[in-house]
């Protein structure tokens, strides 16, 4: 039996924030939404990719480079989610690219001709630039202690095309810098005496009940504060949700 292994760990760290206006941006990558696992998170109307943005300096034309936690630098990456297919009432899913739809336009500032005759391959446009316009978003920070901090981080508004070809900043190794900096995803086998079926679809993994419930919470506190960043849950919801959380044993 396999079960999938992730390098990720939990992670503290607050987002981060630069000035508001108007920054180039590099298409690192286009991915669905999705738990660890590979389960789809819906958003309030249905199912949703993210767009992994390289963000540089319009002028300079030089990828911003942040200072994190413990005063490690990194290129600045953002994300930009939007709907990719929406959910109708009888359970089945529709194309989110149409016409006139956000997604639609944000691949034609990609570069994309719209033709209904054929499908959108995301990822020909990976390396694409385009303007960003980057905000200002409130986020609710709980540290590794329990503490909350309310703070802002910076998010993309929108984007729109370049004017012309001299508008772009030149090739550099943004793309090989990014692949290099995700987190690694391999397969671990279990030999079968290390795995104690109590059903046919469910495995007795070991871990004690304490870190089940610190598992549960963490992960619970990490999709409330998603829903938040992307707008699906107000700040004063998500306020209330943490302290009942916080009540939980």
Same mark, same amino acid.
């Given at each position: 039996?396999?079960?999938?292994?992730?390098?990720?760990?939990?992670?503290?760290?607050?987002?981060? *924030?630069?000035?508001?206006?108007?920054?180039?941006?590099?298409?690192? !990558?286009?991915?669905?939404?999705?738990?660890?696992?590979?389960?789809?998170?819906?958003?309030?109307?249905?199912?949703? %990719? +993210?767009?992994?943005?390289?963000?540089?300096?319009?002028?300079?034309?030089?990828?911003?480079?942040?200072?994190?936690?413990?005063?490690?630098?990194?290129?600045?990456?953002?994300?930009?989610?939007?709907?990719? #297919?929406?959910?109708?009432?009888?359970?089945?899913?529709?194309?989110?690219?149409?016409?006139?739809?956000?997604?639609?336009?944000?691949?034609?500032?990609?570069?994309?001709?719209?033709?209904?005759?054929?499908?959108?391959?995301?990822?020909?446009?990976?390396?694409?630039?385009?303007?960003?316009? %980057?905000?200002?978003? @409130?986020?609710?920070?709980?540290?590794?202690?329990?503490?909350?901090? %309310?703070?802002?981080?910076?998010?993309?508004?929108?984007?729109?095309?370049?004017?012309? !070809?001299?508008?772009?900043?030149?090739?550099?190794?943004?793309? @090989?810098?990014?692949?290099?900096?995700?987190?690694?995803? +391999?397969?671990?086998?279990?030999?079968?005496?290390?795995?104690?079926?109590?059903?046919?679809? @469910?495995?007795?993994?070991?871990?004690?009940?304490?870190?089940?419930?610190?598992?549960?919470?963490?992960?619970? +506190?990490? @999709?409330?504060?998603?829903?938040?960043? *992307?707008?699906?849950?107000?700040?004063?919801?998500?306020?209330?949700?943490?302290?009942?959380?916080?009540? #939980?044993?």
């Amino acid at each position: 039996m396999e079960l999938p292994v992730s390098s990720k760990t939990a992670t503290f760290e607050k987002k981060p *924030r630069i000035e508001k206006g108007y920054y180039l941006g590099q298409l690192l !990558e286009v991915k669905p939404r999705e738990k660890q696992d590979g389960t789809p998170i819906e958003g309030k109307f249905g199912k949703q %990719i +993210i767009l992994m943005f390289s963000v540089y300096d319009k002028s300079a034309k030089k990828q911003i480079v942040i200072v994190k936690e413990q005063n490690v630098t990194e290129d600045l990456v953002l994300p930009m989610v939007l709907n990719s #297919e929406y959910k109708d009432k009888d359970g089945s899913y529709r194309t989110a690219v149409t016409p006139n739809s956000r997604i639609t336009k944000v691949f034609q500032a990609l570069g994309w001709k719209f033709d209904a005759t054929k499908p959108l391959n995301m990822d020909d446009f990976k390396g694409n630039q385009v303007e960003l316009n %980057i905000d200002d978003y @409130e986020v609710t920070r709980t540290d590794k202690d329990g503490k909350e901090e %309310i703070y802002k981080a910076s998010c993309i508004k929108d984007l729109s095309a370049l004017e012309e !070809e001299g508008d772009k900043a030149p090739p550099n190794n943004a793309q @090989e810098k990014y692949e290099k900096s995700k987190p690694q995803t +391999i397969k671990k086998e279990l030999k079968h005496k290390e795995v104690k079926k109590e059903s046919k679809s @469910e495995v007795k993994v070991d871990y004690t009940n304490e870190n089940k419930d610190k598992k549960s919470k963490a992960d619970k +506190i990490q @999709e409330l504060e998603d829903l938040n960043e *992307r707008g699906l849950l107000s700040d004063a919801g998500l306020k209330m949700a943490k302290e009942q959380l916080s009540k #939980e044993k």
